[in-house]
């Protein structure tokens, strides 16, 4: 296919009459039509679009027709760049450009391990796929846009950030291990257990890194026990270099999925694996998960993730606004950084709302339309609540201390509020009423549900009681 007498114009127009045909008209219009064609080189076209927002929306929807076109127009090897033209904000006002292939960060490569043969079994079975012998493929699951650029060093998270870096240094060679990131939701955990991984895999491209869910990792344990594949799927983990399971509080009740975890721990920690967990809340809270487990939590460094600042929370806004090649007034990100504080998911949910916004109705965006887009936000975030916090809440409402609520006595009132704990409990969080009892005063859960019930009754005869619940209610939502 030779590309003399082709220019970049011709290519895109050819390319453009066949995307109009496969997409809707107002689509279109949006992301096609602002689109300049720049240059041709052999099978590369470069194309020009106005913001990083921009590249990235053509990326995830539609790089595939975009691929499409430029192999009709330009053969099997078509390669397809963008340049983005950024307005400078810093002084002087030239734009500069920023060029991006398309697929900007190429995926984690999968992992190849020669297992030794003299092991017993010589078809050792990964959980993840049923593989030949000997050298098994297995695919890290790190996703390479959690990477540490894109994620902004503040107070809040500077501990678990640093640490992080430490281990992404030198795996299974410092003193966090394991390490144990632990905090809110939104607040970055999976982010940052990610970034570690993607930083190793391009600082130590031999070790082999897995990134699996405690709910995964449980379904696995579960499936081997059913076919009878236990040892393998313990010797499948040992081979690992860096472990990384997130959210290691689902593991809490599930005995089996634990003490099968207590051993591939213990063998890692032995052979100076690395192992990296994060979870929603510190060692010391987590329920129902065995002592020799939380004593090798402990073993490390646990690191929190904070609620961000409010400084955090601005240079946060404005790193997204600077990668999207957006402007923002000052005002306006002081003022979605001073309302959204709960996390960090909800503030990028917030100012991702807004460009698309301005972008899609070409609006100046002005602080009725960001009090519009926050109020929305605001209103929608379904605090995770803990039974911690409930606890709190109800204690200070009859004035009294948690360790009260928590106690044997059978004083009326104590033991109302105690119910109360338990009925919202049940409601707001998604603990077992096992788990409920066992964190309000070591209960079973025949008391919590007597609980529940005595408070829907006393609640439709008892116009006092019904305030309660009701106070407490407004408290718990806010």
């Known amino acids: 296919m030779h590309t003399m007498n082709k220019t970049a114009e011709s290519v895109w127009e050819n390319c453009l009459s066949f995307i109009k045909d496969n997409i809707q008209e107002q689509a279109y219009k949006t992301w096609f039509e602002p689109i300049k064609s720049v240059e041709l080189t052999d ?31 330009l053969g099997k090897n078509a390669k397809l760049l963008y340049k983005i033209k950024m307005e400078n904000t810093y002084g002087n006002k030239l734009p500069f450009t920023e060029q991006i292939p398309s697929n900007n960060r190429p995926a984690v490569k999968t992992q190849e391990i020669d297992v030794p043969v003299q092991q017993k079994n010589p078809e050792l079975k990964n959980p993840f796929i049923i593989p030949g012998i000997r050298n098994i493929k297995i695919e890290s699951q790190l996703n390479a846009n959690y990477s ?22 030198k795996p299974g060679g410092t003193s966090f291990n394991p390490l144990l990131i632990f905090g809110g939701v939104g607040l970055g955990k999976t982010h940052l257990a990610h970034a570690i991984g993607v930083e190793i895999k391009d600082k130590y491209p031999d070790k082999t890194v897995l990134y699996i869910s405690a709910e995964i990792f449980t379904q696995q344990y579960i499936d081997s026990v059913k076919k009878n594949t236990r040892n393998d799927f313990i010797h499948f983990y040992q081979l690992i270099d860096v472990l ?67 400084e955090t929370r601005v240079s946060i806004l404005k790193n997204i606004l600077f990668r999207d090649g957006v402007e923002m007034p000052e005002e306006i990100i002081e003022y979605v950084a001073r309302n959204i504080k709960s996390n960090v998911r909800e503030l990028e949910g917030a100012i991702i709302s807004l460009i698309a916004q301005s972008s899609f109705n070409k609006k100046e965006v002005t602080i009725d339309l960001a009090k519009q887009v926050v109020e929305k936000f605001v ?77 829907d009754n006393l609640v439709t005869t008892d116009k006092q009681f019904k305030k309660f619940v009701d106070d407490i209610n407004k408290k718990l939502s806010l």
Request: one cysteine or more; proline letters at 2%.
């Open 148 to 169: 540490f650029e894109n994620f902004l060093e503040g107070d809040s998270n500077r501990l678990a950030r640093s640490a992080g870096m430490a281990v992404a240094n």
């Open 43 to 73: 099978n590369a076209l470069y194309i020009q679009v106005p913001s990083k927002f921009f590249y990235e929306w053509l990326e995830e929807h539609y790089v595939k027709l975009l691929k499409v076109a430029l192999q009709k127009e």
């Open 379 to 455: 209103k929608n975030v379904k605090r995770e609540i803990s039974i911690d916090y409930i606890q709190k809440v109800v204690s200070d409402y009859f004035q009294l201390d948690v360790d009260t609520l928590q106690s044997q006595t059978r004083k009326r009132h104590v033991v109302q509020a105690r119910q109360l704990a338990m009925f919202f409990a049940k409601k707001y969080t998604k603990a077992s009423l096992a788990n409920i009892g066992s964190q309000i005063g070591d209960r079973d859960h025949a008391t919590v549900l007597h609980a529940c019930k005595t408070v």
């Open 244 to 310: 990384i399971i997130d959210d290691v509080q689902f593991l809490s009740g599930k005995t089996g999925t634990q003490d099968v975890f207590f051993h591939i721990f213990n063998h890692l920690h032995q052979n100076g694996k690395q192992v990296i967990l994060t979870s929603d809340k510190a060692p010391v809270d987590m329920q129902d998960i065995e002592q020799r487990l939380l004593s090798r939590f402990k073993w490390g460094l646990s690191a929190e993730l904070h609620q961000p600042d409010y």
